[in-house]
């Protein structure tokens, strides 16, 4: 057993009277936490299994370059039998060293974790492409795609729970936002109008979200669920009756690409990034300036405050119900705007459902990124990247049945939350509505 | 400063929790508030402080009405406050804490730091205006609220009950700060129960009872006359114990050790016994582990090592059902959260922990007959002041709530009881009715554990007083130890001379 020194603190309940929360220096020991080592031995065995079991001798041709880019990097072949045999040995030596660590009450250090994921992405594509020809660019630009409106989705769902409101509500922003976006533009002919209009209704679904939660003091994850059915019922109705009477107002067109001279020509991040709608720009602005912000500025400190500790916020003067009402209707604006995504980049129209509870899986983001814009970009991009590997790799026609593809997003998401993440700490009062006398 | 209230009335529907107070503070002078938990002082405050808004009444400075709508108005008028449950973000820095509110007038996050470092060394605190108020111990985390209060200039201070949480070395010192600011000319209202202290550093004491301002009094009146002032009639402050006569049943705890969920030592390596018929007193400031060492003896943590054994039984690592078959009565601390289910009548309360066979339960339905007897009874004995045995328990005010659990904890045949907190947020009468049952418990001869953070009653009810710090036990002492002491030890020393005195009552 190894002791670290005494600098770590122990929060301890809070009681009716006479005494506040509690802070005490105590001893501390490494917990043997399981989860991890027992998560990578049983990647392991899985990669082992289907990748050296269930192994040929084919080879796969991963390829890199795009037209455009500077120079042209070349095609890298794969021996499935080589890599598999390679790869997860090397993730058995990983497995087998998180398990030593654990038992010696040590940490596993963090970038093994990347090593070990790298590894098996590489194993798994080698194997499930066998004998085929695979662009890992189109993997890349395909993750980043469909990671857009999740993150947008994240960033709504960090500012409101950071404020101390919970956003189940997520999913009915992004597809109000996709529906007006493609209505507004389409009367219009405007697709800025579009972009704005898809904010505009994103927050509409956060003022009845915020009057409720906040005026009302309604149990949020309730309201979150009722405005979700509401909004797939909403925007299905006018879909089915005014969209497919009048074709005319469900024709927006799509956003131009607007590549970025010299930085989109780079080979994989050139096309991965920078050869984007303006929407993409916009994420990568809210994602910088909401991380800055939250952590920097006066919004961001009043925010933090809101979710740890309203009544501490009241106690100096902050209006805890107005700030919190603005914030959650900020959070609906940028998911609306995730929203525009759908129709306004993609498919130039609206289809009923077509957000599909993406709403969901970018809340899981949320809470797989701990509450911080920036993780959770990460945790958006990894469910992105798992949704894009099942299409890629059905368009490469892989001998993986894409029936179980489709689940591999579901999957990553179980493990991500209950594997590796750990002990994940909320906003201490996000979900208590604040209740003045 | 000069604070004068005018006939403030503040109502929370039928109850008047404030009726027509006033009050005058002026500038320069420590002006206690004193009065029992539940006497409405705190509500006071927080409608001088715009917390709540006052059906009746108005509020001066200096002679010119004011209103205040928010805490932003409040303290922009000058008027600061040291809250009883601290007012801090436990994730956030000490400067941040201080700027959060005035973040414009502090001049953001620097000018916030400058205003830590200013104060603190006016005061003599020594407080890093970086570090995470988390990590802070707990009286230092009080000298930041006191430094958040006077970063805005407050002319008017507010401390509501502040020393709840402190060592007696540590209430001296904040004493001394209260002196250090009168003397500056800072208007100072003390809100406590604790007549010590009011007697130590009060100019002028005004008593609050029901909501009503029942007198004023002079520092030099003696405890008693005060203590009958505020309860409104005479009482007796001494537990009335005579000698412990000491039984061969016994708790033995050896080298026990209990993790949390990140691996703190919440305890650590606590050795002990007790033996019938005496009380062991636990002492300590509040979260030094008192409260995991109790639900660890009741099953409700897991030992991580050591172990628990009552009368030879094994108790370690036994289902919390198995511990109290074994004949363990336990009062939680927390009576509205653990103690109670409080939407349950008195009656359903009485028999929580009975649901298994007789005499409660016939086959798979209650014998409501029987239970009924029993509560009606229990009410008796116990001295419940309920509309009847199916009134719902919250209805029930913290004392009668209290001797509901009493009733039920001490309501079978036992070998061991342990209570936390037992007295907490209690009026008078009722700290004298639970004292006095938890006596006839050790007299009649199983061994007693009582946690509590109030110096007078570990001294009041103790055989031997135990002292945990971080975790871990201090040192076990006779009851008659110095309070001064007591004190040291709370801050995880053992003082010399009581190492002999420690080693007897240990053995």
Redesign the interface.
Known sequence: MTNTPAQNSAQLTEHEAGVPEQEVHLERVQVRKWRPAVALTSLTIVAFVLTVGFGNDESTVFRFARPNDFFLLPDLTLGVRVVGIVATGIMAVISAFAIMRTIQRQKVWGWLYIVFGALFIIDFLTWAAAGKSFSFTDLMIASVGLAVPLIFGAMGGVISERSGIVNIAIEAQLLSGAFSGALVASITGSLTAGLIGAMAAGMLVSFVLAAFAVRYLVEQVIVGVVLNVLVVGLTGFFYSTVMSENPELNSSGRLPRLPIPGLSQIPIIGPTFFSQTIIVYLMYAAVIIITIAMFNSTWGLRTRALGEHPLAADTVGIRVRRWRFWNVSLAGAIAGLGGAYFTLDQTGQFTKEMTGGLGYIALAAVIFGKWHPLKATFAALLFGFARALEQTLSAAGSQVPSELLLMLPYIITILAVTGFIGLSKAPAASGKPYAKQ | MRLELRGITKR?GTFTANDSIDLTVEAGEIHCLLGE?GAGKSTLMNVL?G???AEEGEILLDGKTRHFA????A??SGIG?V??????????TVA?NV??????RLGGIQGARKKVKELSERFGFDIDPDAL??????GV?QRVEII?ALSLDAGVLVFD?PT??LTPQETDELMEVMRQLRDEGTAIVFITHKLREVRAVADKITVIRLGKIVGTAESTASSAELASLMVGRSVSLNVEKGDAELTDNALAVKNLTV????????V?DVSFSVRGGEVLCVAG?????Q?ELTETLIGLLKAENGTISLNGTELTGKSVREVLDAGVGFVP??R?VDGLVAEFTVAENIMLDRYIGAPFVKGATIDFATRDEFAEQAKKDYDVRAQSIHSPASSLS?GNQQKVVLARELGRELDLFVAS?PT??LDVGSIEFVHKQIILTRDSGIPVIVVS?ELDEVVGLADRIAVMY??GIVGIVPADTDREDLGIMMAGELPKHLQPAAEEVEA
């Open positions: 929370f938990n402080y917390l709540y808004r928010s805490p932003g108005d303290m922009r406050m809250h009883q449950h601290f007012m801090l973000i436990p994730v956030f941040e700027l959060l509110g005035h973040e414009r108020v988390q990590d802070l111990a707990v985390q958040k009950e709840a949480v993790l949390d969920k990140v691996g703190h030592k919440v650590n400031v509040q979260g030094n582990g409260t601390e927390d509205k913290g907190q907490r947020g953070t971080r975790g």
